[in-house]
Structures are given as C-alpha cells and as structure tokens.
C-alpha cells in the first residue's frame, strides 16, 4: 500500500534565513548605540517607576517604508527631543511589521519592496541598519513586537515595545513578552476593553516556557525570567475613546483591584482619535489638562506622525510615492507635531515634578 503526501500540502517553499547571530555580526552594535538603547530603556523604567517625572512619547510614522524620510524624521526628532527633555522623553515609533485583518501589505521586514516579493532577509537588513543610525544618532527606538521570531534579529536595538490591540490576547505573545529586554505596552482590545490587557498583565510578569529560536536560528525551547515594566496603553475601541478622566479613573480602578501597574498610556491614535490623525493634537491638549487637574497615572503618550500630514494608497507604480507620507494610517504633520509637542511640554513642565514618588 503507497503512502499518499500528508505533510505541507498547501506549502509552496521553504526558503532558509540569515540567523539572528549572523545579521547581528554583519550589522553590530557600536558603543554609542548600545549605549543609546541601555539608556532609553533605563530612562523609561525610571519613568514607570515614578524615579523620573517626565512622560515618554512614542512619536512617529504609523509604519516605516522609506529609511530616508524615516532618518529625516529622526534628525528633526532629536532636535526636537532637547527643546524638550525636562518634560518629555521622546522616543522614535519605528514600526517594521503590520497586523492585518485581511490582507494588505505587512510592513517593511516582510515585504521591503512593497511589490509583494517578500525579500523578508532583505528586509530584516534594512530594519537593523536603519535601528541602527537612529541609536547612533542618540535617539531610542520603539516598535512593535508582531512576528515572535523577529524580536531575535532586532530588540537589542529596542528600548519599548507594544504588543498591539489584536494581539493582546494572544498567548504566544504574552509568552514572547515575558522575555523582551524592554518595557512593554499592552494595548486594550480592539472593542475597547480592558481584560485582554490585564490579563496579558498578570501573565508576563511570570516567567514562561516556550518554542522560539536561539541565536543560530534552531528551534529551542526558551524559558523566561517574566517581564516587570509591563503597562496597559489606552487606545480607544468599539468606535469610542477611552483617554478621558471617567475612562482613565475607571482604567486606574481596573488595574488597582486585579493587582497590576496602574501605570497607563495613551493612543492618541486610532479610536481615541475617531481614526482622524488631525484629532490627535487634541488628545494631546486633553491628557495636559488631565495631569494639570491632578492625574499621577498617565505616564506615557503615543501619537502617530510623520514629516507629511495625512496617508497615500501604494501605488502600482512606486515612482508615484509621496515622499514623507504614511503608506498605512494616517500622521499627523511635522508642523503639526512639533507645536503640539511644544505646547504639551511647556503646559505639563512645572507639575510633573510633584508626581515622583519618594
């Protein structure tokens, strides 16, 4: 009796990767980097803390498609960054990989050339060298962690991370969590509720054991030591907000009752915004009039910008991209994005002192 086919039957090709050791001997860390991503994380930690008054901002392209405008945006950023850095720490929003509900294009690492080719060893190159001038350049990189795999090739380069609405309550994640270097945000569901986001809280402060990759790229068994600067951040859902002082009271009391940080953060984008970048600014102006009226529990913001305002189609022909403008949400302008950032610091500069804890 034949045997018939039953393994990979709806697989087309395998195609073996650079290992995360080897890209990183290609592409190493310099002194300066290093140096860079040891003290974002360490910055955001005292933060979550309460050791440092300041907000961290996670500002930057909804997506990165373009590494030049994307190292525009940081040169303009890290001139930004000292206007403000009594107030505000800022950290770049570097965003490889995509979610998608359907289908559509899945972010830089996946498909670099936006042409459906899938140069994904292409990619993971051109996200680490890129990782790596803005760490050069002094600046700390966020993004978030989507492929459980890619953390391997790029989070010695990260010093915060988010785990987005729709992968919040994803096991694999909330295990993959539990072992990055970094703070890490969890977002709240994409109907705006805040379980997911709790329960991913009180999971990844345990240590796990999982299949994930080591250096060489094997498969291996990892375990974790649990991760402890974990945080919900408030997006908004269900096609309501969720950053105004009832929701974020009624967050703090969540959080308080099942026994986890009531550190919480703020999207200023998606529902929070209604999904109209221009709305963002307001957010903004609405979380500065919350901390002066006496909030201690914001300690973070995220807003989606780029050196254009607004968002483009991918066009067939690519020649046709507008440079500086997302190809995925919509972002608020430089223009923009500067004054709103300005005004948020000059406003919350004298009373975030009184936030620190003893």
């Given at each position: 009796?034949?045997?018939?086919?039953?393994?990979?039957?709806?697989i087309?090709s395998?195609?073996?990767?650079?290992?995360?050791?080897?890209?990183?001997e290609?592409?190493?860390?310099?002194?300066?980097?290093?140096?860079?991503?040891?003290?974002?994380?360490?910055?955001?930690?005292?933060?979550?803390?309460?050791?440092?008054?300041?907000l961290?901002?996670?500002?930057?392209?909804?997506?990165?498609?373009?590494?030049?405008?994307?190292?525009?945006?940081?040169?303009?950023?890290?001139?930004?960054?000292?206007?403000?850095?009594?107030?505000?720490?800022?950290?770049?929003?570097?965003?490889?990989?995509?979610?998608?509900?359907?289908?559509?294009?899945?972010?830089?690492?996946?498909?670099p050339?936006?042409?459906?080719?899938?140069?994904?060893?292409?990619?993971?190159?051109?996200?680490?060298?890129l990782?790596?001038?803005?760490?050069?350049?002094?600046?700390?990189a966020?993004?978030?962690?989507?492929?459980?795999?890619?953390?391997?090739?790029?989070?010695?380069?990260?010093?915060?991370?988010?785990?987005?609405a729709?992968?919040t309550?994803?096991?694999?994640?909330?295990?993959?969590?539990?072992?990055?270097?970094?703070?890490?945000?969890?977002?709240n569901?994409?109907?705006?509720?805040?379980?997911?986001?709790?329960?991913?809280m009180?999971?990844?402060?345990?240590?796990?054991?999982?299949?994930?990759?080591?250096?060489?790229?094997?498969?291996?068994?990892?375990?974790?030591?649990?991760?402890?600067?974990a945080?919900?951040?408030?997006?908004?859902?269900?096609?309501?907000?969720?950053?105004?002082?009832?929701?974020?009271?009624?967050?703090?009391s969540?959080?308080?009752?099942?026994?986890?940080?009531?550190?919480?953060?703020?999207?200023?984008?998606?529902?929070?915004s209604?999904?109209d970048?221009g709305?963002?600014?307001l957010?903004?102006?609405?979380?500065?009039?919350?901390?002066l009226?006496?909030?201690t529990?914001?300690?973070?913001?995220?807003?989606?910008?780029?050196?254009?305002?607004g968002?483009?189609?991918?066009?067939?022909?690519?020649?046709?991209?507008?440079?500086g403008?997302s190809?995925?949400?919509?972002?608020?302008?430089?223009?923009?994005t500067?004054?709103?950032?300005?005004?948020?610091?000059?406003?919350?500069?004298?009373?975030?002192?009184?936030?620190?804890?003893?």
């Open positions: 009796m034949s045997h018939q086919q039953l393994d990979d039957l709806n087309e395998q195609d073996v990767l650079i290992t995360p050791r080897a890209l990183k290609k592409l190493p860390l310099s002194d300066q980097a290093a140096d860079t991503v040891y003290r974002g994380r360490q910055q955001i930690r005292d933060i979550l803390d309460r050791k440092d008054p300041r961290f901002v996670v500002i930057g392209p909804c997506s990165i498609h373009d590494p030049k405008a994307a190292m525009e945006y940081a040169e303009r950023l890290k001139t930004l960054a000292a206007k403000v850095d009594d107030a505000l720490f800022l950290v770049l929003r570097v965003y490889f990989e995509k979610p998608r509900t359907t289908v559509g294009w899945k972010g830089l690492i996946n498909d050339y936006m042409n459906d080719s899938f140069k994904v060893e292409d990619g993971l190159n051109i996200a680490r060298k990782l790596l001038d803005v760490a050069d350049l002094g600046l700390a966020a993004t978030e962690a989507l492929d459980p795999t890619t953390p391997q090739y790029i989070q010695d380069l990260i010093s915060w991370s988010a785990i987005g729709r992968t309550e994803s096991q694999t994640h909330r295990e993959m969590s539990s072992g990055l270097s970094g703070p890490v945000g969890f977002k569901g994409t109907d705006g509720s805040l379980d997911v986001a709790v329960n991913a009180l999971s990844v402060r345990h240590p796990h054991r999982f299949l994930g990759i080591d250096p060489d790229g094997r498969v291996a068994l990892t375990t974790t030591k649990g991760n402890q600067y945080h919900v951040v408030l997006r908004g859902g269900g096609g309501k907000p969720n950053y105004d002082s009832v929701s974020v009271a009624l967050a703090e969540a959080l308080e009752k099942a026994g986890v940080s009531t550190n919480i953060m703020v999207d200023c984008s998606h529902a929070n209604n999904k970048p709305l963002q600014p957010v903004m102006e609405n979380i500065g009039n919350q901390i009226e006496g909030n529990s914001i300690v973070g913001l995220m807003v989606e910008s780029h050196l254009k305002e968002n483009q189609k991918i066009p067939a022909n690519l020649d046709e991209l507008e440079y403008v190809v995925t949400d919509g972002c608020i302008g430089w223009d923009t500067e004054q709103a950032i300005v005004n948020l610091a000059d406003k919350v500069r004298d009373t975030l002192p009184r936030r620190v804890r003893d």
